[in-house]
């Protein structure tokens, strides 16, 4: 790989995880704000911002793949089964408990959104799949 298609790549690789983690973040500060008394989501959104802040990378490395999983139904506007999953069953380290917490707090928050807000989210998420996509491309090529 020449040096300035290697250099483009990894600007796209960077974008990619800087506007993942933009929605990302957007979506667990909307789940904070619903929930301000909830001492499990201001944990979870600080953890976020902390993890956000030191490693971006970590929030679509860790966040991107159980979007991934779901991408047809969500491409389809079909948000039942992400957010009737408990994400149990995919939790593999300390990380992946954070982003199942997120998901989960989403599953559990969503009643209280009004359906202009849902939009929002449902947007958000098909466009981080987008994000995830590119990102994942992006690193093939940098291999």
Not at 22 to 31: G, Q, S
Not at 119 to 143: G, N, P
Request: glycine share 2%; net charge positive.
């Amino acid at each position: 790989m020449d040096k300035c298609l290697k250099k483009q790549m990894i600007q796209i690789k960077d974008r990619s995880i800087l506007e993942f983690t933009l929605d990302m973040t957007f979506i667990v500060n909307i789940i904070y704000n619903k929930n301000k008394k909830d001492t499990d989501i201001e944990e979870i959104r600080d953890g976020y911002l902390l993890a956000k802040n030191e490693n971006p990378e970590c929030i679509i490395i860790n966040a991107g793949p159980y979007l991934w999983k779901y991408r047809e139904q969500v491409s389809l506007d079909n948000f039942n089964e992400l957010l009737n999953n408990d994400f149990s069953t995919e939790t593999s380290n300390s990380n992946s408990n954070k982003v199942q917490a997120i998901l989960n707090k989403i599953k559990k928050t969503w009643h209280l959104f009004k359906p202009l807000e849902q939009d929002s989210i449902k947007k958000r998420l098909k466009t981080m799949l987008t994000y995830y996509a590119t990102y994942l491309k992006s690193c093939k090529h940098l291999e």
